[in-house]
Structure formats: C-alpha cells, structure tokens
C-alpha cells in the first residue's frame, strides 16, 4: 500500500513491493508446510543451522538456548503462480546470491566438510547433555568432563555451549558452577565476545550482596526457620476470624496467624566471613579490569561500573565509588542510569531534592496483625506510595503500597482497586510454591539491598494472595514469608511479612538506604509502576530509593 509509511517511501527512498509469500512459525514439534531440520549442516558455512541461528536466537531470547530439533512454519500466503511456491520457503522467488535480497555464497568448506561434520555430531552430543543437565542432578566433577569435551570443538561454538550450561546453572540456583563455566569462557577464549559478556556476570555476580547472601543461606541453620503461631492474646487489637490471616507462601491452606507473640528464628553470627567476602570482592575488581583491558569502552558502562562501585564500598574504598558517580553526573545523557549515580550522591550530601523517587520505610510499633486488613496505627499514619501506568490512564484501577518494618520483619502493604474487565476469584486452594502467575493481577516487589542496579530479590503475590519468588531472575530462592489477602467488592488487599534474615545478614538501621521497585501487572490491562521506566521484565536501574525511618521519629 502506497499510503502506508510515508516516510519510508520519501525519506528513505524504499520502493512499494508485493508480498510473495508469508510464513508463520509454529510453536514446539508442530509439522507445518514446511519443516526445517536444524542440525542440518550447510556445506558453505560447515556449520548446522542451529549454530547459524545461534547468535541471534540469543539476543531475541536474551540467553544462549539451543535450537529444537525441528522448526516448522505454515504457509500463510502464497502469490506464486501455479503452485511453485509451496515446495519449500524461497521456491518460485528469483532470488539471485548477491543480489538486492540475498547474500553473496560464501567460499565452500571443501575438504573440511567432513571435519564440520563431526564436530557438529558433537556438538549434539554436547546439546543432549546440556538438556540432562536441567535436572540439576550433575555435579562439578560433571562440569570438569563437559569442559575437556568442549577442547574438541572451535573456540567460538565451545565457547557458546559453555555460556549454555553457565545460564542453565544460574536458572537452577547453583551459582558456584555457573562462576566456573563463565570463569572457563574467559580464561580458554578471551577472545569470543562471549568472554565480555561472562565477565560482565562475573563482576556482578561476585560484587552483589543478594549473590552472597543467597549462596551462603542454605548454610546458615540460625537463619530460615521461621514459625507464626496464633497469639494467646492481642492487647488493643482484636483477633481476626479463624478463616483469615497469615499463610506462609507456598504453604497449604492451614493458616497459622503471625501476631504480637510470632515466634521467629533471628540471625546470629557472621554469615559471610570477611576472608570470604574480601576474595569475593577482589575478584570482581579483578573482572572488571579484565574488561577494561579488552573492551575499555564497555569497562565504562553502568552494568559494569556500578557494581565495581559496590565492591569499592564493602572494600572501605568509597572515594572510588564517589569519583565514578561524580563522573557519570557530568558525562551521561539524562536517562534512568544518570538519576542513579545522582542518587546515590544524593544519600551521601541530602542537601537538595532526591532526584529519584523516594519512600520511607516506617518504623513498626509493634507487630502488624496479618489479616489484609491493614488497620494497625502505622500503617494509618504512614505515607503511602501511589503506581500509575505510563500514560495515566489508570483511574479506574488505581494501586498504593506501603513499607515498614522491625527488628525481625520487613512488611509490605497493598491496596488494589480491580481493574475494569478482569475476573477476580478468591483463592480457597491451597498456594503452590512457586505458583505461575503469569494470567492473574499481580503485584511484585524488587528489593536491591546493595544498590548496584543488577541484582535483586523479586517477590510477586496475585490478588489471591499466591506468590512467587526469584533472587537475580532464579526462581529457585524459596524464602519463608507470611501473606494475608482480603479481597473486596471493589479492591483486593494484601499484608505480607518478610524475615530480614531472608534478605541480609546487615540488619538495616535509621537512614539506611535500598533500592526498591514497585509495579503491578494486569495481563490484557496495563502496568502500573512507581518509577520509570519499568517493564514487566523489571529494570533494574528504573527502581527509586527506600530510606528506614528511624525508630526516634515513630514516636
């Protein structure tokens, strides 16, 4: 159509063309039209069409996932006369190599065609055992023997299968092995651009404190245990009904309440040891000067940059970190990354208007009856916190949240008007532990203790008060917590409590600052959130400031 996308035509100089033919993909094992084999090998390239694909199936997927076995695709429309297109995708197109339309055929491998083809056997070979892996029932010794595998194959696809397994690990919780795959790509192929890539999760991984603490909670028996038992008596607060409280998420339908007399395991002892934490941390500089050296420009980036500042804090050297946000103030456009380096100037002088976001965590006068009710007298005096989509066209289902916390719990209210449309159900069934909430009205929480704006903990909870959990995009973190639901003719309510010993073995004090990130998702709605910009994939960096009110002020 020649009245479509002007400016295409007259600025760019395009010409109107017809459509030939459209194909669709089909999902999973589907057959279609026509089907392509992945493991195909071109006699050009000497690679299989998987690895052909590789590259940018990572970067639409945003991790390294291998190809399935067969890709399928239904014709749609075919304006080839005489049936010559349904053969297969380019039949009855006169598409010349080298032409408008079609690259130039590259010189053939020849008499390497045979040495592709094994090296592409085991590289499949290399794939099935990548798919076993996702049991997560292999060890170290495991990684060991799929690294001196991957000696056989050229340094770019032994490089790609070894950021695989790396992801595979992350995904599964198991850090310390994906830190070895990523730690195998640097040192064997420095080279490959996936090295940069390694190093980058390297320095985020061993600056983060969320990446510590999660590595060494599974050790920690004073930590974790947590209990509520229903208070033997409430002064100045009547009890709820037996049929509303507190549920631990994930847990069955039996409610136990957590009141003024909740029994809770508290942290003690020193959970990280600082021989341990200093090694952490020296090895993030180390990355990070790696980086500098190979790809100085990247060495620059924010995604580097501030974690690198994090590792300078906790090593007793703020000035560094100061110099790098001071330089980021004066060198970067006016974007989300810009207001974080000028927040974090902000924390340390105060003198001026934040320039993010700002909510305060108010300091709780006693324990929070969890019934979704939210009638304590904190939380009636506290400030709440409005989220509003992008453009402001949310009147209808307007959303607020609320933060405080004690010595033992960080607790978190929410107050949601239905959106227009939407069935809501109240949720009678026992909550699933790690429930998919991909269809209901949510609510998550981005928590990143350590302000380095690449790691965080995520927690979601729906409007029938189900939830899910991820540290750092790992569904596998499972921290204990308490939630309450209450849903309304008009809104749903929730009330949740969440051990600090879940989030950090530092304990936050008056004035101590996180970062924080509020949003709520309604599928076929809209996004809600409290900072910009925000995506229902979370941005780190588009998160505002959580200041702990101190206890003096709560008087």
Not at 160 to 170: H, S, T
Not at 413 to 435: F, I, L, N
Not at 454 to 466: E, K, N
Request: charged share 20%; with cysteine; glycine share 8%.
């Amino acid at each position: 159509d020649p009245g479509q996308y002007p400016r295409q035509i007259s600025d760019a100089g395009l010409q109107v063309w017809k459509v030939q033919k459209v194909y669709s993909t089909l999902l999973g094992d589907q057959s279609g039209t026509t089907n392509i084999n992945t493991a195909q090998l071109s006699a050009q390239s000497g690679r299989t069409l998987a690895e052909l694909a590789a590259a940018a199936r990572g970067v639409l997927g945003g991790e390294a996932t291998p190809s399935p076995a067969t890709v399928g695709f239904r014709l749609l429309v075919n304006q080839v006369p005489q049936q010559l297109g349904e053969r297969d995708i380019f039949s009855g197109l006169p598409l010349s190599p080298g032409g408008e339309a079609r690259r130039a055929v590259h010189e053939s491998a020849g008499n390497n065609l045979e040495a592709a083809k094994r090296e592409a056997q085991l590289r499949r070979n290399l794939q099935a055992i990548l798919t076993q892996a996702e049991d997560g029932g292999r060890d170290g010794r495991f990684l060991a023997d799929f690294g001196e595998q991957t000696r056989q194959l050229e340094p770019s696809r032994a490089a790609d299968v070894l950021v695989q397994l790396g992801e595979r690990y992350q995904r599964q919780g198991r850090w310390e092995l994906a830190a070895e795959c990523f730690e195998l790509v640097v040192e064997r192929y420095p080279k490959s651009t996936l090295a940069t890539r390694s190093l980058v999760w390297l320095v985020q991984y061993y600056a983060s404190s969320e990446a510590a603490w999660r590595m060494r909670a599974s050790q920690q028996h004073t930590i974790q245990q947590v209990t509520a038992l229903q208070p033997a008596r409430r002064p100045a607060i009547e009890p709820a009904p037996p049929s509303v409280g507190a549920q631990p998420a994930g847990a069955a339908a039996v409610r136990p309440e957590i009141g003024a007399r909740a029994d809770v395991a508290r942290a003690g002892g020193t959970v990280v040891g600082e021989g341990e934490l200093q090694t952490r941390l020296a090895k993030a500089c180390g990355y990070a000067r790696q980086i500098e050296q190979l790809q100085p420009g990247l060495y620059g980036e924010p995604v580097v940059r501030f974690p690198l500042a994090v590792a300078h804090r906790q090593q007793g050297l703020p000035g560094q970190a100061q110099k790098f946000y001071m330089a980021l103030r004066h060198t970067r456009p006016a974007d989300a990354w810009r207001d974080c380096a000028l927040g974090e100037l902000w924390l340390v002088d105060g003198k001026t208007e934040p320039p993010k976001p700002l909510c305060t965590c108010l300091r709780a006068q006693g324990k929070p009856y969890l019934d979704g009710k939210l009638e304590e007298p904190f939380w009636q005096r506290g400030k709440t916190v409005a989220l509003h989509s992008p453009v402001r066209d949310d009147e209808a289902w307007g959303c607020v949240v609320m933060l405080a916390y004690d010595e033992e719990f960080l607790y978190w209210a929410v107050s949601c008007a239905r959106a227009p449309g939407r069935k809501y159900v109240p949720g009678r069934e026992a909550r699933p532990r790690d429930a998919d909430l991909a269809d209901q009205d949510r609510i998550e929480l981005l928590l990143d203790v350590d302000r380095d704006f690449a790691t965080y903990y995520r927690l979601a909870v729906d409007s029938r008060g189900w939830t899910a959990e991820s540290c750092w995009n790992d569904g596998s973190w499972n921290p204990q917590w308490f939630v309450a639901q209450a849903l309304e003719q008009d809104t749903w309510t929730v009330e949740a409590a969440i051990p600090l010993a879940e989030l950090t073995s530092q304990l936050p004090q008056a004035q101590t600052a996180w970062a924080v990130g509020l949003q709520r998702i309604v599928p076929g709605v809209g996004i809600q959130s409290w900072t910009q910009p925000a995506t229902t994939a979370g941005r780190p960096e588009g998160v505002g400031s959580l200041v702990f009110e101190a206890a003096a002020s709560a008087q």
